[in-house]
């Protein structure tokens, strides 16, 4: 298990020392900052001057190795914009994102799983074509399009819930719920697929023929090998959920670190969003990370791989 957990933290490292050099590149390389911090009106005295003051005039190799060294110390800069620590700006956004995202994924897991199991138990019945179609239909409608309606029906047709702002614990329930139902296709399928592969294993009919309940056969033996890949996925779409916040949380407002890279990018804040990049980046890297593990650790065969 130590060579194992080893060798992939080794490549863990490997991943985000590759995913900061081309973020920053990406990022250094799509506009002229110095010109976006100017200003449309401004000269090109101007610009040079701020090119010169901000280190934007020296080679690209060595703006990213000053960069690193100060991600190193913890030093993320200071946001062109509003003028204070990256740091400071992240953490004060990074409660929100967070606890939306980790409600969002926890819903998903908790309507994803018995629906999976549920449509693989009652495989081509009335309700495997409805958890399918739930699936599918999730797949296709557009996070922003369904944050739409529920503020439509729930905010301004029935008044039930604030159609934004994250002052009250009720303007977190819409965003959740759009997030969650973004997670639970993936992970209900993949739930699925994992428990039919599994109910037609050896093993299983030998419980069968044991005499063994079908719940008994289902939680103590067929569930723990079938949620091995939903495991990773649930890391992955967890990730996604960090990441991919942006649209939400600007659809409702809520100020969290998805809607501080949209004022950034507007703003042609370039410390905030590399500072962001990275840190969503780090999170896949270890969420990628600590889902092997765990399948390591639940399955001795992921090691043995």
């Known amino acids: 298990m130590a060579s194992f957990a080893l060798k992939r933290i080794l490549v863990a490292v490997l991943v985000a020392f590759t995913v900061s050099v081309v973020s920053f590149t990406v ?3 799509s506009a002229d900052l110095a010109q976006a911090l ?3 009106g401004a000269s090109s005295e101007q610009v040079e001057q701020i090119r010169i003051s901000y280190g934007l005039d020296r080679p690209l190799a060595l703006q990213y190795l000053d960069w690193l060294g100060n991600i190193i110390r913890g030093d993320l800069g200071e946001s062109y914009y509003f003028k204070q620590p990256v740091s400071a700006l992240i953490l004060e956004r990074v409660p929100v994102t967070f606890t939306v995202a980790t409600l969002a994924i926890g819903l998903a897991l908790l309507l994803a799983i018995p629906l999976g199991i ?12 409805l958890c399918l179609t739930t699936a599918v239909v999730g797949q296709a409608v557009p996070s922003f399009w369904l944050a739409l309606m529920l503020i ?8 039930w819930l604030p159609l934004s702002g994250s002052e009250e614990w009720q303007g977190f329930i819409l965003p959740i719920i759009v997030l969650a139902y973004y997670a639970m296709p993936a992970i209900m399928r993949l739930t699925r697929a994992g428990m ?5 294993a050896d093993y299983i009919r030998t ?3 044991k005499g063994l309940s079908l719940r008994a056969i289902v939680t103590t033996h067929a569930l723990r090998n079938a949620l091995m890949p939903v495991v990773a996925l649930a890391a992955v779409q967890f990730g996604f959920l960090l990441g991919g916040s942006t649209v939400v949380e600007t659809v409702f407002a809520l100020h969290g670190v998805g809607y501080l890279s949209w004022e950034s990018i507007q703003r042609a804040d370039f410390p905030v969003v590399q500072s962001i990049v990275l840190m969503f980046s780090m999170i896949f890297v270890v969420l990628t990370l600590a889902s092997d593990l765990l399948n390591a650790a639940i399955d001795p065969r992921v090691r043995l791989q």
């Open 118 to 129: 549920c449509a693989a138990l009652n495989r081509n019945s009335w309700l495997d074509r």
């Open 27 to 29: 990022l250094r390389l």
């Open 38 to 40: 100017a200003g449309e």
């Open 196 to 200: 039919i592969e599994v109910l037609h």
């Open 152 to 159: 439509y029906i729930f905010g301004l047709h029935w008044q």
């Open 207 to 209: 419980a069968r023929a």
